[in-house]
C-alpha cells in the first residue's frame, strides 16, 4: 500500500515502446499495475512507437508490425515484421543523436541488449523494454499482463475486476479515460477514481530548449543514474 496510506492503488495501461515519464509516474503511484496487452491494437498510437529528440525536432522510432489481414488483431498477439532492419535503425538514431549525451556509454548497450533479442511479438518486446526502464528509474511495484489474470468483461466491469482482483480500493486512470469511464459505477463497486493529470518535469537535454513528451530514455541517456530523482520532482 502506498506510503501507509491504507489504501490499494491499481493502474491498468496498455503496453507501450520505450514508455514517456507520464507513463512511470503513473506505474510508481501504483500498488500493482497491470498491462491491458489483450485489447484492440490501435494503429498509429503508442503500442510500437515513440519519440527521442534531434537537432530538428523529435524522431519517431517505430516498430513494424505485420498488420495485412489482422486489422481486429489483440495487442498481445501483434508481430513484429523483422523483413525491416529496425533493430539497427533505432539503436543508430539513437548513437547519433545522443552522443554527447553524458551517460550515452552506459544507457545505449543496455538498449541494445533488450533490442537485439529475436522478439517475435511486440507485446514481449514493449513489457521487456518498459521493464528496463522501469527499473533504471527505480520503481519495484509489482507488475501483471491482464491475459494471465483469468479476468474478463466489458471495460468498466473488467476494470472493476481488476480492482477486486488485486483488492484495490482506489483505481488511478489517465485523463485520456474520462470519456468512456463510468465513474459511478466504480464508486457503486466501493472504488474510488484518482484522475492522474502529470505535469512534465524539465531536466538537461541535449539540442535547445527542453522538450516533454519524449520516451523516457531521453532522460536515462541525459541524466543517468539520478533519472529517478527527475520523475520525484
Known amino acids: ?11 491498468v495501461l496498455q503496453p507501450s515502446y520505450l514508455p514517456w515519464l507520464g507513463y ?6 501504483a500498488d500493482f499495475f497491470v498491462w491491458y496487452d489483450d485489447v484492440q491494437f490501435d494503429k498509429n498510437g503508442w503500442r510500437n512507437r515513440n519519440r527521442i529528440k534531434g537537432p530538428k525536432g523529435p524522431l519517431w522510432l517505430t516498430v ?5 489481414g489482422r486489422a481486429l488483431q489483440l495487442i498481445n498477439a501483434v508481430e513484429i515484421d523483422d523483413r525491416q532492419s529496425w533493430r539497427r535503425k533505432h539503436l543508430l538514431s539513437v548513437e547519433q543523436l545522443y ?12 538498449l541494445a541488449q533488450i533490442l537485439n533479442k ?44 481488476l480492482c477486486r482482483h488485486f483488492r484495490a480500493t482506489r483505481y488511478l ?7 468512456y469511464l463510468d465513474v459511478g459505477r466504480f464508486q457503486a463497486a466501493g472504488i474510488e477514481v484518482i484522475w492522474h493529470s502529470y505535469q512534465h518535469p524539465s531536466y538537461p537535454q ?4 527542453f522538450m516533454p513528451h519524449l520516451s523516457a530514455v531521453d532522460l536515462l541517456l541525459n541524466v543517468g543514474p539520478t533519472s529517478h530523482t527527475v520523475l520525484l520532482k
Open 173 to 179: 486512470s489517465g485523463d485520456s479515460a474520462r470519456d
Open 206 to 209: 541535449l539540442h535547445g530548449d
Open 24 to 29: 512511470f509516474d503513473q506505474m510508481r503511484r
Open 64 to 68: 513494424p508490425v505485420r498488420r495485412k
Open 118 to 161: 529475436p522478439w517475435e511479438r511486440l507485446v514481449d518486446l514493449d513489457i521487456a523494454t518498459t521493464n528496463w526502464m522501469a527499473g533504471e528509474l527505480a520503481i519495484a511495484t509489482p507488475r501483471f499482463r491482464a491475459s494471465e489474470l483469468g479476468v474478463e468483461g466489458d471495460r468498466n466491469g473488467r476494470l472493476i475486476d
Open 99 to 110: 552522443a554527447r549525451a553524458p551517460f550515452c556509454d552506459t544507457i545505449l548497450p543496455r
Open 1 to 11: 500500500m502506498r506510503q501507509g496510506s491504507g489504501l490499494t492503488t491499481l493502474v
